[in-house]
């Protein structure tokens, strides 16, 4: 029997996601007409003997049973399960302090992965190699820009034994263009391992604060939180790979991170590619009497869309969304309950819950064309998103054009606003 982690974080956490990020947390976030999350269960579902998911994280517990409720009908056969942490206990933290409740059952692997990412998920593939190496855990790695590798945890990797010889965190220099990807599977014996670390760490704490308060410093500082912390990546995968307990699978298919909102814009566009292929999410098809449909696009059923419109490629349009004679809209998400009016257009774009667009407005960014997540611009020392975000319930009115800009909840546009964060 298999079982999954997903590590959803908590409110703190997903900073860079604001203002779409204050409404709903990230991990319910739509890309590809789904929640974040619902793409890392989907593909989990298709996992050998798979019979448990948990969810790790520290939002408050009624945040994800709705979503949870949903899972249960959609993928029978599995159990779910919400599990918070008291306090933010880091990347392996909360996977450690749940351990008994992931091993009841005695899986024999575990999946972990994090909600932060888009990716193909070959996880059968990612699990048949790591069974055939036998190794304590396997970690899926990408191949990223040379440039950009210092920005991830590289991985230095044995090509023919797999084995990952180094893991080292955002280096400073040059050391693999082979990154984490966020994606993991371990054998159950990762519990004792990650005790041993953890008895290494709190010894090494003991050390430290015993010489600061020998200094008069820190007296009063309360440390139970940092002792518990435990980081998966510097604290766990990079003692692996000291020991040669870790394997290396090389992901060949796609793969980014979600960390800004501008982020959700390629992602969600990564998403309705593969359900072009797979079939994994019903997307949009033109008719003779219907809106112009070109590319991979999704409509939620109560979307109203007029025949004259132009959608596509890379649309997602949700809930109740209304849309106008004549409108165009590519490379965006619309979500629940936002009217667009006659002849505007929507291009590079995220509209947030209950918006308006005035007839021939225009929210209009530019296109993220890099894999990584460097996709902010600085436009004369303010730093504004390429994709144009409309935070909840904006509204601009009739021919007002809103470029690459960021605009917070609530907020009527009255005039035209390029490269600007509105507050
Ligand atoms: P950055 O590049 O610095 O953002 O780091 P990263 O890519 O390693 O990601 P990060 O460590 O922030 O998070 C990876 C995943 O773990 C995300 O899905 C987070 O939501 C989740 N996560 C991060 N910290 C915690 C934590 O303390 N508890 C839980 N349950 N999840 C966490």
């Not at 400073?172 to 993991?184: A, H, I, Q, R």
């Not at 449909?293 to 890379?314: E, F, L």
């Amino acid at each position: 029997m298999n079982k999954a982690v997903i590590l959803v974080g908590g409110p703190s956490r997903a900073t860079r996601f604001r203002p779409l990020s204050m409404h709903l947390p990230q991990p319910l976030f739509p890309v590809g007409g789904q929640p974040i999350i619902w793409h890392q269960i989907k593909a989990l579902s298709k996992v050998k003997d798979l019979k448990e998911i948990i969810l790790i994280g520290f939002f408050e517990d009624y945040i994800f049973q709705p979503f949870l409720s949903k899972c249960y009908e959609e993928f029978s056969g599995i159990s779910f399960k919400y599990l918070r942490e008291y306090s933010q206990l880091g990347t392996a933290g909360g996977f450690f302090h749940f351990r008994d409740q992931i091993l009841r059952g005695s899986p024999k692997n575990i999946f972990m992965l994090y909600t932060d990412i888009c990716c193909s998920f070959p996880l059968n593939d990612l699990l048949a190699q790591h069974e055939r190496h036998g190794r304590l855990g396997t970690i899926m790695v990408t191949k990223v820009d040379r440039s950009s590798a210092h920005l991830y945890g590289c991985v230095v990797v044995d090509h023919e034994t797999k084995l990952a010889e180094h893991y080292v965190e955002k280096p400073e220099t040059y050391v693999s263009d082979l990154v984490s990807t966020g994606v993991f599977v371990f054998d159950q014996e990762i519990f004792n391992f990650m005790a041993k670390a953890l008895e290494k760490r709190a010894a090494e704490f003991e050390h430290e604060h015993a010489q600061e308060n020998a200094y008069g410093r820190y007296e009063d500082l309360d440390n139970t939180q940092d002792v518990n912390r435990l980081r998966l990546e510097q604290d766990i995968l990079r003692a692996m790979a000291g020991d040669k307990k870790l394997s290396a699978y090389m992901c060949t298919g796609f793969w980014r991170q979600i960390k800004s909102a501008a982020s959700a814009v390629p992602a969600n566009a990564l998403y309705l590619q593969k359900a072009a292929t797979d079939g994994s999410v019903a997307l949009a098809t033109a008719s003779s009497d219907g809106p112009e449909i070109s590319g991979s696009v999704y409509i939620h059923p109560s979307a109203q869309i007029h025949p004259t419109a132009r959608i596509g490629p890379n649309v997602s349009i949700h809930a109740r969304v209304v849309v106008g004679p004549g409108v165009r809209i590519n490379d965006s998400i619309i979500l629940d309950n936002v009217h667009i009016k006659d002849n505007a257009a929507i291009l590079h774009a995220i509209v947030g819950w209950d918006g308006r667009i005035g007839k021939w407005g225009r929210v209009e960014g530019s296109k993220v064309t890099n894999s990584d997540d460097i996709d902010e611009v600085t436009h004369a020392g303010v730093k504004v998103n390429s994709i144009c975000i409309l935070g909840e319930d904006v509204h601009v009115k009739d021919e007002v054009f809103i470029r690459n800009s960021i605009v917070l909840p609530h907020k009527e546009l009255g005039g035209n606003k390029h490269n600007e964060v509105i507050m």
